[in-house]
Every structure is written in C-alpha cells, then in structure tokens.
C-alpha cells in the first residue's frame, strides 16, 4: 500500500513530466554525465590494459621536483629500453606474478644545489647487473638480487608501470580519481587524472588519449610544511621498438677495469683495486693516489667531531713515525665535516705531523665507508691489502703488520 505523501496528483505528475526537458537530467542522471566529463574510472581501466599489453618499451624521460621538492631531488635526464623476460628477479619483486625484465637505462643525475653532473649507464638481463661508469672508467658487475644497487642511479626514470602485471589497480580502486582536462606531453594530448590512494596519497597522471598509455605522472607532496611534486616525464615513447639481448648484456669498453661488486654495507675487498682519487692538504696541495705507487698508503678516514677516531689518531702517528723514511704515506681524510670546524688546527695542536687531505667525502663513498674511523692500506701495486672500521686497541698493531707485509712482498726490507 503506498503512503499519501509518496502519491503525485494528476497535476503534479502532468508539471514532472513538462519539466523533464528542462531539469529531468539534473535530478535522475550522474553529474559526470550531466557536465559531459569523461568516465575516469574508464579511462583508468582502458590505461591499465593498455599498460599490461606492453611488452617492450623505450622512451627519453626527465625525473625532477618542483614547488618545495624542487631542491631536494637532482634533475636525472636519459633514455630507457626495457622487456619483458622469464619469470625470475622481477617476479620475486612482484609476488611472483611478474616476469624477469630486460632493461638498459642511460642519462646523466644533476645533483642538488652544487649542480655537477654525473653520467650513468646500466644494464640487466634480469640475472646479473652492470654498471658502466665513465667518471672512474669501471665496469662494475653483479649478480641479482645482491647487486640491485647498482640500478639505483637510474631508477627514478624507470616509470614501473611499464613492467608490472597490474600497472593502474591502485588508481583504479583509489579513493578519489577526477578528471582534470587535457594537457599536451612530449607532443602527445593527454587526459589529466588526479588520484588520492586508499592511503591518502596523492598523483596526477597523464594518459596518452589515443593510445590510453602513461606519459607522465606527479608525486604530490601536500604535507603542510612541504607542497610540491616529484615529476617523471616521457618522451618518444615506443612501445614496439627494435632491439636485441645485446642491449641488455654490454661488454667491457676498452681500457675500462672490470670489477665484481661489492655489496653495500662492506668495506673494499682486499686484493682489489684502489679507487683513484685527488685531494687537498689545507696548504692547497694536490695528493693523487695513483701518482703514489710504489708506496704503501694508510688513510684514515675521520672527523673532529668523531670520539673514536680521536682516539684512534695517536696510533695513526706512531705508524707514520715508525716507518720514516721508508715508502710508505700516511693520510688523514677528514670527511663529514661539520661547518667550522677546523680539522687543521685539530692536528697541529696534538703535534700529528701525518698528511691531512681535506673534504673527503666522495672518496668515502668510494670505498664504501660507512661509519668511523675506517682504515685501508692500499699496497704498492695500487690494491687493497687491508679495510676495516672502527677503534680497536690493537688496530695499530694490525696496521703495522700489514704494512710490513706489503714491503716485504714489494721487496723493501730493512
């Protein structure tokens, strides 16, 4: 039985129904389709399938922050190649719905603030990783998964929806996802949708509107005391592009050293090669390591403001005095220096006559340096014959050792 009030007289009826041309379509019909929006979550679902058929896939990219992230993200451009393989590291990755991916990622990383530039070149065949790094002239290679470190220079213009088996379920199920008109990129017009997750974070995304294929997408930063975005752009995308597994399998440039890798958290592997390097005395002399051989060579890597390697310095003195006149070079590599200090003046009023080499901070990341004090020996051949961290009170002893040994084996004995 219906309720009076639910009823329409004759004549209200007769006024719904002479207005619905007029105002029908704003009370019965969603308001995407009353303003002629498109369907986003549609467009999410065609990207998706769109994304997921990809096979292989090569593009320029740029990766960089804008607003209040502009200063914390360097400017990384280059290009991509990438496909899909056997079942393997990616599908780990993935939950093991993924397959293995082939991938060779080349550009140059502008750091920030100082603005000095830093070239890349990495490749994987989804078994091992290779590094080619023009700055030291090394051919750096390892096997998955220890050696992922070494894409890492390059992961920024990886955009990872290329390679994964649900590349837009996210946006799709997200909380919110509006339409936000069309913007041009690389050339191509692209419908704009603004995402806010399941958990509250935030994207743009630009899909290509012929193809349904990403070309860009903005990390959105909307915390109160950080607004900005992390923005990854593509360019000359080809989905279909033309390239062999040699893409992915670089060989050893010439004139290159090929080197294992070395995984993170270790000090250099003795036996290994010695990272070359230049530094300063606070006279403004320049030290090269490499015109050092023929010589043994301790480095000590410290601060003013590192307890430890106070305690350490005297030690490091000792050996210098112990083995005047004879080859061998002691250096203390001041690094992570805090501002105004003075690692100089340090030295001068404990009478350490040992050489100072200032702002070492590269060369620590070098050798893979960690925490402090840290201690290499490298022999006269240019190779490290000891690495270890940290104050022990027989590190001198160990030190004294293994210098010995070094001069032994180079023929200089007393």
């Known amino acids: 039985m219906l309720m009076r009030s639910h009823c329409l007289t004759g004549s209200r ?14 009370i019965w019909l969603p308001s995407a389709a009353m303003a002629g929006e498109p369907d986003v979550r549609a467009i999410l679902r065609k990207a998706d399938a769109a994304t997921k058929a990809v096979k292989a896939v090569s593009y320029e990219a740029e990766y960089y922050g804008v607003g209040d992230l502009a200063q914390r993200y360097g400017h990384v451009r280059g290009s991509l190649q990438a496909r899909q393989g056997d079942r393997g590291f990616w599908g780990q990755l993935f939950g093991g719905a993924s397959r293995r991916s082939l991938m060779r990622i080349k550009g140059v990383r502008t750091t920030p603030n100082s603005g000095k ?42 955009m990872l929806e290329y390679l994964h088996p649900r590349p837009f379920r996210d946006e799709i199920n997200a909380r919110t996802a509006r339409h936000e008109g069309t913007k041009k990129i690389g050339g191509v017009d692209c419908d704009v949708i603004y995402v806010v997750y399941q958990n509250r974070s935030e994207s743009r995304w630009y899909f290509g509107r012929e193809d349904s294929l990403p070309r860009r997408v903005d990390r959105i930063s909307s915390r109160r005391d950080v607004k900005g975005a992390v923005v990854l752009t593509l360019s000359k995308l080809d989905v279909k592009p033309d390239f062999d597994d040699d893409t992915f399998r670089p060989n050893c440039p010439e004139g290159y050293e090929k080197r ?8 250099l592997a003795v036996g290994r090669l010695a990272p070359d390097w230049v530094l300063k005395t606070p006279d403004g002399k320049k030290v ?3 015109d050092l051989r023929g010589n043994v060579v301790v480095m000590d890597f410290w601060a003013t403001w590192c307890h430890p390697c106070k305690m350490a310095m005297p030690g490091v003195q000792r050996v210098h005095e112990k083995f005047k006149g004879r080859p061998v070079k002691a250096f203390g590599i001041d ?46 051949r240019g190779r490290v014959a000891y690495a270890a961290s940290g104050f022990i009170p027989n590190r001198e002893k160990e030190l004294v050792g293994v210098i010995e040994r070094a001069l032994k084996g180079s023929g200089d004995e007393d």
């Open 335 to 380: 690094i992570w220096e805090r501002e105004g200090a003075s690692p100089a003046d340090y030295m001068k009023s404990k009478d350490y006559t040992y050489t100072l080499l200032l702002n070492g901070d590269k060369v620590a990341d070098d050798y893979r340096v960690s925490g402090i004090p840290s201690f290499y020996v490298i022999d006269p």
């Open 13 to 26: 009826v007769n006024a719904v129904r002479a207005a619905m041309p007029v105002f029908g379509l704003l």
């Open 260 to 267: 294992a890798y070395d995984e993170p958290g270790k000090l």
């Open 288 to 290: 090269r390591l490499s």
């Open 117 to 158: 530039a830093h070239p890349f070149d990495v490749a994987t065949d989804g078994k091992q990783v290779v590094s080619i790094e023009a700055d030291g002239k090394l051919f750096i290679h390892g096997k998955l998964p220890g050696a992922a470190a070494l894409l890492q220079p390059a992961q920024q213009l990886l």
